[in-house]
C-alpha cells in the first residue's frame, strides 16, 4: 500500500510539471531564416528567411512575417512553407505561407469553419508525431477548429479548447506581412 500511494505521489508530481519549450523567455531560437523570440505574455516568431527559389528562370521570393502566438508551446515544426505551433491536449496553430508571387491576395480576412481538407494540411505532422490519425478528421466535444485567411495566407486554429478560442484567434489576426 505505501509502494502504490508513494508511485502516485510521483506520477502526480511528474504530470503536473510539464515542461514547456517557451518557459525560459532566455532560450530564444534563432537561425539565419527565422526568430521565436520567448516573450512574457506570448511569444513571437518572425519568418525572414532570404533563401528564395527559382524554376524556369523565375524567381519565387519568400514571404517574411510575424505573428505573435500563446504561451506553453510543447512542440513546433518548420518545413517549407508550413509552420505548426502544438499545444496541450493537440491543440494547434498551423500557418501556411506561400511565395509572395505565387498567389494574390486579398485585403478581407475572414474567420471560417474548416473542413476535410483543411484538416489534411496536418496529416504529415500527425504522423510524425505518431497520433491517432482518427482523432485527426473528427470533431471533440468542447474543442473547436477555424481557418482564418484572406484565400493566400491560412492560420488554422486545430482542436482548440473553447476557453482558448479567443486568445487563439486574437493571435491569428496579429500576422502581418507589411515589414
Not at 29 to 51: P, R
Not at 54 to 65: L, M, R
Amino acid at each position: 500500500m505505501k509502494n502504490i500511494i508513494i508511485l502516485t505521489a510521483v506520477l502526480l508530481l511528474c504530470t503536473s510539471c510539464k515542461s514547456y519549450i517557451d518557459s525560459d523567455k532566455n532560450n530564444n531560437v534563432k537561425s539565419s531564416g527565422f526568430l521565436l523570440q520567448y516573450n512574457e505574455e506570448n511569444n513571437l516568431f518572425h519568418y525572414y528567411n532570404n533563401v528564395n527559389g527559382i524554376a524556369d528562370k523565375q524567381f519565387f521570393y519568400n514571404t517574411h512575417f510575424k505573428i505573435n502566438i500563446p504561451k506553453k508551446i510543447i512542440n513546433w515544426s518548420m518545413k517549407g512553407h508550413d509552420f505548426i505551433f502544438e499545444y496541450d491536449n493537440k491543440q494547434i496553430i498551423y500557418i501556411y505561407v506561400p511565395y509572395k508571387n505565387e498567389v494574390k491576395e486579398s485585403g478581407n480576412w475572414e474567420l471560417k469553419d474548416i473542413n476535410y481538407h483543411d484538416a489534411l494540411s496536418l496529416n504529415e505532422y500527425w504522423e510524425e508525431r505518431n497520433y491517432n490519425e482518427n482523432h485527426l478528421y473528427k470533431a471533440h466535444n468542447g474543442r473547436v477548429s477555424k481557418l482564418y485567411t484572406n484565400g493566400k495566407y491560412k492560420i488554422l486554429l486545430y482542436n482548440i479548447k473553447t476557453e482558448n478560442l479567443q486568445t487563439f484567434i486574437q493571435s491569428a489576426k496579429t500576422f502581418n506581412t507589411n515589414l
